[in-house]
């Protein structure tokens, strides 16, 4: 039954006591908030991290030539790595543990692509089929580059979206022709990317026939694969395989790290996966002894309280109060305190956190969409009201103690 004698005298206590009870609500409120903001930016660089690794499948490996930085069975350091076509032949063919496999020829300097009177400068990518599963590239229209036109040397290239809107516009892009680089390439597909508008404003072309055309003869850049179910112990396994083809056809040391540049996505995802890991204990651990330090402080303040009125209590269990009338009385006040102080801490932080949130919509410094679970924000609070009962429970406990002759005697 609400008691609103009870609720009036609570707040009389409050008023007169504005200060002291501004510093108790503070250091609440302030623990509730750094643990809100705390998460938000935890959340925010785990999304940031997960981003930057959404274009690029997780289990990927990326095999770049390199320059040797060893001399090795009389040839000297410094050497170019040059990998060839039989290199991606027989890595596909002879390491088990592939999924998916392709070669990548680089097309560098200014690559012209028109169509009608509508022209720009884009990005040519020379792959193989199972590039696509690389770059999580998502065909839209047509199809993607296939086998018989690795075989046959096809002129036809997969363009991305945004180049369709450019040269296209509103017209249909299959099967009609585009030069790229003066030379007609007809469109068999178009592809979107989640890597951004810049992953769209590439095109996707044979390898074959890109070494055939643009005098790429059988030379090879980049091998990259997909280790698929692989855990990362078999995906090290696969890579020492073949680097270890690698340096016995190129004649370098197995042990040089420079001579080839590997990417393996599934260890740097685990590695920032495992620092997030760790960093989101961090802040739990911040934002938790936080919030004890405002349960403590309720507590303090509590005990502060009884002590300010020991002769009132006093004159209570003069008068015939209960001792659970007592104890009622200040719990409700230290859980007052601390339900609203938490309360304005939670919509403070989640507050910031929408406020800040639109400006970080991208990865671009790896921070991405700051936000905090608002039910473990919550929970939080309803923990820190219930801790905030607890602390003013054994102040209140000892007020109930208090014999009546020695309160009343306290100056």
């Not at 290199?87 to 002879?94: I, V």
């Not at 694969?225 to 112990?233: P, R, V």
């Not at 910031?352 to 970080?360: A, Y």
Request: charge should be neutral; include cysteine.
């Amino acid at each position: 039954m609400f008691d609103r004698d009870k609720w009036r005298e609570i707040f009389d206590t409050i008023r007169k006591n504005k200060l002291r009870t501004f510093l108790t609500g503070f250091s609440v409120a302030w623990g509730i908030f750094m643990l809100i903001i705390l998460l938000g930016s935890g959340n925010g660089l785990q999304n940031g991290i997960k981003d930057q690794f959404k274009d690029s499948a997780v289990n990927s490996v990326w095999i770049s030539g390199g320059q040797t930085s060893m001399p090795y069975k009389g040839f000297e350091a410094g050497r170019r790595i040059q990998m060839t076509n039989e290199d991606y032949d027989r890595a596909g063919s002879t390491i088990p543990g592939i999924e998916h496999i392709s070669g990548r020829f680089w097309m560098w300097g200014s690559n012209m692509l028109s169509y009608k009177n509508e022209y720009g400068s884009f990005d040519i990518s020379p792959v193989h089929p199972d590039y696509k599963y690389m770059e999580r590239s998502v065909i839209v229209k047509g199809r993607f580059i296939n086998e018989l036109d690795i075989i046959r040397c096809r002129k036809v290239t997969v363009i991305g979206k945004i180049i369709q809107d450019i040269l296209f516009k509103e017209e249909p892009p299959l099967g009609k022709y585009i030069k790229v680089n003066s030379v007609p390439f007809k469109v068999v597909g178009v592809f979107e990317d989640e890597g951004g508008d810049w992953e769209m404003r590439r095109v996707y072309v044979p390898i074959s026939t890109a070494q055939k055309i643009f005098t790429g003869g059988n030379r090879i850049n980049q091998i990259s694969l997909t280790t698929g179910e692989a855990s990362a112990e078999q995906a090290q396994e696969i890579i020492s395989n073949i680097k270890g083809q690698l340096a016995s056809k190129h004649k370098f040391d197995v042990e040089d790290q420079q001579a080839l540049h590997i990417w393996n996505t599934q260890e740097e995802f685990s590695k920032f996966m495992n620092l997030m890991s760790s960093i989101r204990i961090f802040i739990w651990v911040i934002g938790i002894f936080t919030i004890i330090a405002g349960v403590v402080g309720v507590s303090n303040i509590m005990m502060i309280v009884v002590k300010d009125r020991t002769r009132e209590v006093g004159i209570r269990k003069a008068i015939g109060a209960s001792p659970w009338s007592i104890i009622n009385l200040i719990l409700m006040e230290a859980i007052m305190i601390t339900a609203f102080s938490g309360y304005v801490g939670l919509v403070l932080g989640v507050g910031l956190l929408e406020l800040i949130s639109p400006f970080f919509t991208t990865s671009e410094y790896y921070f991405m969409n700051p936000e905090a679970d608002l039910m473990v924000a919550v929970y939080a609070t309803i923990v820190l009201i219930v801790a905030g009962a607890i602390a003013g429970l054994f102040p209140a406990i000892r007020a109930a103690k208090i014999k009546p002759i020695l309160a009343l005697r306290d100056e």
